[in-house]
């Protein structure tokens, strides 16, 4: 990386738009120690004449040392910080949903009984995950549902149940939760599971298939196998749970 610690930075500043990946790297060169000459394009006649200037495609551009470094994801590149590759998979989304539900059962068996750590949590961890990864699927169903058909067993032979699970997960989840209506909750969440659970073990183990999960909807990357196989065994062990002890 070069010693020089002046940055020049072409970036789209105007009345109705301010281009977000300008003000990030604008940060992130401040962040580096850089001292930014912040150099606005403000009309799209001006953006354009600089992008045929300088053979570029794309704003913002950034130049340290008199050599153009070039867009935001070439700056992170440059600082040690590229952005995943595109397709690239990963268990973020997974592991926040899985945070966030934790964190949000701690803080209700928190206020309900005193404690984080209780009986009541570990149920409301279970269900609002249910209900959290049933929410990212709704977000777009038809995608969801796209991803879906790839593997699990029932949704080949069935259509209409791609569309159903989102809905089914949800409301389990909801109820689960609330200790309501267990004569339907129980059998769905126990018969959601188990299907999906099969599903992903034949695909995964059994085929060899490396494809990814429609478990946090259909924009995420999360390869189908452990993870995936993990939601359902959720399902499973809360109906079973909740058929032993309510």
């Known amino acids: 990386m070069s010693d020089d610690k002046t940055a020049t930075l072409h970036r789209m500043v105007m009345d109705k738009h301010v281009c977000p990946y300008g003000v990030k790297a604008r940060w992130l060169l401040q962040r580096h120690?850089?001292?930014?000459?912040?150099?606005?394009?403000?009309?799209?006649?001006?953006?354009?004449?600089?992008?045929?200037?300088?053979?570029?495609?794309?704003?913002?551009?950034?130049?340290?040392?008199?050599?153009?470094?070039?867009?935001?994801?070439?700056?992170?590149?440059?600082?040690?910080?590229?952005?995943?590759?595109?397709?690239?998979?990963?268990?973020?989304?997974?592991?926040?949903?899985?945070?966030?539900?934790?964190?949000?059962?701690?803080?209700?068996?928190?206020?309900?009984?005193?404690?984080?750590?209780?009986?009541?949590?570990?149920?409301?961890?279970?269900?609002?995950?249910?209900?959290?990864?049933?929410?990212?699927?709704?977000?777009?169903?038809?995608?969801?549902?796209?991803?879906?058909?790839?593997?699990?067993?029932?949704?080949?032979r069935w259509v209409p149940y791609a569309y159903a699970y989102p809905f089914l997960e949800a409301g389990a989840g909801v109820l689960m939760a609330a200790h309501a209506l267990n004569w339907l909750s129980i059998p769905v969440a126990l018969v959601i599971g188990t299907i999906g659970a099969a599903s992903v073990f034949y695909a995964v183990y059994v085929q060899k298939r490396a494809i990814k999960c429609a478990c946090v909807g259909g924009s995420g990357n999360v390869p189908l196998g452990f993870v995936s196989l993990t939601e359902n065994l959720f399902m499973i062990g809360m109906a079973i749970w909740m058929i032993a002890r309510y």
Do not use: C, N
């Open 33 to 156: 120690g850089y001292a930014v000459d912040d150099r606005w394009l403000t009309t799209r006649e001006e953006t354009d004449a600089f992008k045929r200037e300088h053979g570029v495609d794309t704003t913002p551009q950034t130049f340290i040392g008199g050599e153009r470094i070039g867009g935001y994801s070439e700056l992170r590149a440059f600082l040690g910080k590229p952005l995943p590759g595109e397709g690239a998979t990963s268990y973020r989304p997974v592991i926040a949903v899985f945070a966030i539900a934790a964190a949000l059962a701690m803080a209700a068996s928190h206020l309900a009984f005193g404690s984080a750590i209780t009986v009541r949590a570990a149920e409301w961890f279970v269900a609002f995950t249910m209900a959290i990864l049933a929410m990212l699927k709704l977000q777009d169903v038809e995608r969801f549902s796209t991803m879906f058909v790839g593997y699990d067993l029932l949704a080949r």
